[in-house]
């Protein structure tokens, strides 16, 4: 087993530190800079992001439970929550990202329309094309940590896209590694007022689902209903 790790100022998108496997004596292959992966779950904040954009809250609700999806192609993509549990009720969705629930992530996805998490995205910073399918908002497209790293960083910096540079470092054991200009840009067609009004209400989604992180799906969570922020 191998790991990556990449550590990001928001403020100005320095890379602070970065690991590209687990011992450089043995493979000096950097799978931070080089290599790609599902990335799962950790999609979802850009998901409930577009959702948040196009008037969706944290109170918006859909149905929790098995689901086939079937399109006019006649496929069926049938996803599941982890351990097959599901609350059986309508959840919302500030509850749906407390349990990482897959099933009303994918309809968030379906109903916002697939080009839509795509194109915000690529909004993001992201570089890597995405390909709109039903399962993108579970993250199984593959990207690479740099370019991810990248989006989390316009999330992590209130809505300001920046590139990715990487800082001098000088010790006895590392050397300068490079060194880019930096450039800031504010999210594309959108104004101040509404960019950090969409993005508060994220946080707050975000901070009330990590209250509840601890409830089941048997708790009062499943079917509490939380106001939308004025």
């Known amino acids: 087993m191998e790991l990556a790790s990449i550590v990001l100022d928001p403020n100005t998108g320095e890379v602070l530190a970065l690991t590209g496997g687990k011992d450089y004596n043995k493979s000096q292959y950097n799978r931070a800079i080089s290599s790609k992966r599902q990335v799962g779950s950790t999609m979802k904040p850009f998901l409930y992001y577009a959702a948040l954009e196009n008037n969706l809250t944290s109170a918006s609700k859909f149905l929790s439970e098995k689901t086939d999806f079937v399109f006019s192609n006649e496929q069926i993509y049938s996803p599941t929550n982890y351990a097959d549990k599901y609350a059986n009720s309508d959840i919302t969705m500030a509850a749906a990202l407390a349990y990482s629930d897959n099933v009303y992530a994918v309809k968030t996805h379906l109903f916002l329309g ?15 094309k995405t390909n709109p399918v039903p399962s993108l908002a579970l993250g199984t497209s ?18 300001y896209k920046r590139d990715i540079s990487f800082i001098n470092i000088s010790s006895y054991y590392v050397a300068v590694i490079l060194m880019l200009k930096r450039k800031n840009k504010i999210l594309e067609n959108e104004t101040f007022s509404s960019r950090n009004i969409t993005l508060i209400l994220l946080m707050a989604t975000v901070v009330t689902a990590l209250l509840f992180l601890f409830w089941s799906y048997k708790s009062p969570m499943a079917e509490i209903f939380i106001p939308p922020i004025p």
């Open 114 to 128: 697939e080009e839509v998490l795509v194109n915000t995205l690529n909004r993001m910073g992201i570089k890597e």
């Open 142 to 159: 593959e990207l690479n940590m740099l370019d991810f790293a990248r989006g989390y960083t316009t999330l992590a910096s209130g809505g």
